[in-house]
């Protein structure tokens, strides 16, 4: 099972992305799993992932992040009009198309 990471400054408005990625990642019948969490709180999750992906709100620390991940895995900001208009499916595309590129 693929594992994705959202991060943003308080984990509050990537949790409404986190239900919409669900959803359509359901509707495809794939299995996911999508945790967010607060800046602060990324560096432990990181290790269990196969992506990082960051709100458009905190890209500003994208490379803090990088450096947590050491290269293992991606580490993306979210395309702003995607993260607007919490497109889950385009921004779950995405992530997995990073994924596949990182195997």
């Given amino acids: 099972m693929k594992k994705i990471l959202l991060v943003c400054a308080a984990g509050m408005s990537t949790s409404l992305l986190v239900n919409k990625m669900n959803d359509a990642a359901?509707?495809?019948?794939?299995?996911?799993?999508?945790?967010?969490?607060?800046?602060?709180?990324?560096?432990?999750?990181?290790?269990?992932?196969?992506?990082?992906?960051?709100g458009p709100q905190v890209r500003y620390q994208k490379a803090q992040v990088d450096s947590i991940v050491d290269g293992?895995?991606?580490?993306?900001?979210?395309?702003?009009?995607?993260?607007?208009?919490?497109?889950?499916?385009?921004?779950?595309?995405?992530?997995l198309e990073l994924i596949d590129q990182n195997q």
């Fill in 26 to 54: 359901k509707a495809r019948g794939i299995a996911i799993d999508i945790v967010a969490l607060p800046i602060s709180e990324c560096s432990k999750a990181a290790e269990e992932v196969d992506i990082v992906l960051l």
């Fill in 72 to 95: 293992r895995v991606p580490v993306e900001v979210i395309e702003m009009r995607a993260y607007g208009t919490m497109n889950g499916s385009a921004i779950l595309d995405r992530a």
